[in-house]
């Protein structure tokens, strides 16, 4: 079946870094398209980026210039590189399998445990 | 950037009422809109996917519909499990935006 696994969330200061991994099993990791998505606190979803299997990226602009999504099917693992950390990036962060039939974008289809990154000094 | 707007916010009813939980966009998505369930402490399920396509695995009582900006997801008789905060979301246009949820609550 398929599993995801998100691992890297912790306790960081404003303006370090962490990195977020997230493995995976259960599929086709490289045929797939995957993406990461954060849930703050109590609050709603926000989508962050998003990695197709030919390796097109894209970004909100929220996290434009700070974040950097990458994969490695060899690892069968996806990654999220978080610089510049604020207080508005505190919360859950979710990675995805990506259900779009028939066009470019998609759904969150499976999705991992979550893990809590949470940024205060 | 697309906007969803969901209402109510709240929604208190019994189990085996009827459930009806709108979504609107800012502009037409055409029928590129789903819906999720979220339980608390809990990642969000893919409950419909493009207006109206029911995800694998998820029971016939939910139902979705609409097209353009406005869209109506269903639960035709709430059964316990049921109660959660609700999201939609569109895969349109980047970036994909989530509506800001609809809690079902029991009454």
């Known amino acids: 079946q398929v599993q995801l696994v998100e691992s890297g969330g912790g306790l960081v200061k404003p303006g370090g870094s962490l990195r977020l991994s997230c493995a995976a099993s259960?599929?086709?990791?490289?045929?797939?398209?995957m993406s990461w998505i954060r849930q703050a606190p109590g609050k709603g979803l926000e989508w962050l980026s998003y990695?197709?299997?030919?390796?097109?990226?894209?970004?909100v602009d929220s996290v434009r210039g700070r974040f950097t999504i990458s994969r490695d099917s060899a690892k069968n693992s996806l990654y999220l590189q978080m610089n510049s950390l604020g207080a508005e990036d505190t919360a859950v962060y979710y990675c995805?399998?990506?259900f779009g039939p028939g066009y470019s974008y998609g759904y969150g289809d499976f999705w991992g445990q979550g893990a809590l990154v949470t940024v205060s000094s | 950037e697309i906007v969803l707007t969901q209402s109510p916010a709240t929604l208190s009813l019994s189990p085996g009422e009827r459930a009806t939980l709108s979504c609107r966009a800012s502009?037409?998505?055409?029928?590129?809109l789903g819906w999720y369930q979220q339980k608390a402490g809990q990642a969000p399920r893919l409950l419909i996917y493009d207006a109206s396509n029911r995800a694998t695995g998820i029971p016939t009582r939910f139902s979705g519909s609409g097209s353009g900006t406005d869209f109506t997801l269903t639960i035709s008789s709430l059964e316990p499990e049921d109660f959660a905060v609700y999201y939609c979301?569109?895969?349109?246009?980047?970036?994909?935006?989530f509506g800001p949820g609809t809690k079902v609550d029991i009454k």
């Open positions: 979301q569109q895969r349109s246009n980047w970036p994909l935006t």
């Open positions: 995805a399998t990506v």
């Open positions: 990695i197709t299997s030919r390796g097109a990226i894209f970004y």
């Open positions: 502009q037409s998505v055409s029928t590129y």
């Open positions: 259960g599929f086709s990791f490289s045929d797939s398209y």
